[in-house]
């Protein structure tokens, strides 16, 4: 699914690759909120992504996997995140949120500097799926300094997740 020609590029992406979506603290400076332990970060913008960690827990802050999130967890994110957030709302008992997993995690490992790629699991963590009007899953947001960008539902492909949330941030 990753092939090694990715993970080599990574090391040379840089954050200011995240610098024209996102309107930071300063231009030099991204907060970005740890999704392992809710930290804030400072990040400068200079240091390249792959080497970005927490300042508390050490976490790799541009991890290139979906990680799973609680409602609390997603609170901080979108409060607190200059980085673009991008969430599937899934459950365990729903096949399409299961059969769209494996595109998801495509995806994210294609725009790991671009965007957080989340999952909140709907049955333990009910709240954001409300606030946001979700009626049926799986749904996908993109979210950005505390704003719904775009939102859809239904299972997609990995190159169809990747197209809508390059244009919903208008990256390229
Ligand atoms: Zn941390």
């Known amino acids: 699914m990753v092939d090694g020609h990715d993970s080599a590029d990574m090391a ?3 954050l200011q690759a995240i610098k024209g979506c996102v309107m930071g603290v300063s231009d030099s400076i991204v907060e970005v909120v740890c999704v392992n332990c809710g930290q804030v970060n400072r990040v400068p913008t200079d240091r390249p992504a792959n080497k970005a960690t927490c300042g508390r827990c050490g976490a790799i802050l541009f991890g290139r996997e979906p990680v799973q ?5 997603l609170t901080k994110q979108i409060e607190r995140s200059d ?4 969430i599937d709302f899934w459950a365990e ?8 997993a494996p595109a998801y995690a495509q995806a994210a490992v294609r ?12 049955d333990s963590n009910p709240m954001w799926a409300g606030k946001l009007g ?12 505390g704003k719904v960008v775009a939102q859809r539902s239904g ?3 990995s190159s169809s997740i ?3 949330v390059r244009s919903s941030l208008d990256v390229s």
């Open 93 to 100: 008992w729903c096949g399409p949120c299961r059969a769209m």
């Open 12 to 14: 040379d992406v840089r």
């Open 155 to 157: 299972a997609l492909d």
């Open 162 to 164: 990747e197209k809508w």
């Open 134 to 145: 979700v009626r049926g899953i799986p749904a996908l947001f993109v979210i950005h300094r």
């Open 83 to 86: 980085f673009p957030l991008v």
């Open 111 to 122: 725009l790991a500097t671009k965007a957080h790629f989340l999952k909140v699991e709907v």
């Open 69 to 73: 999130i609680d409602d609390a967890g």
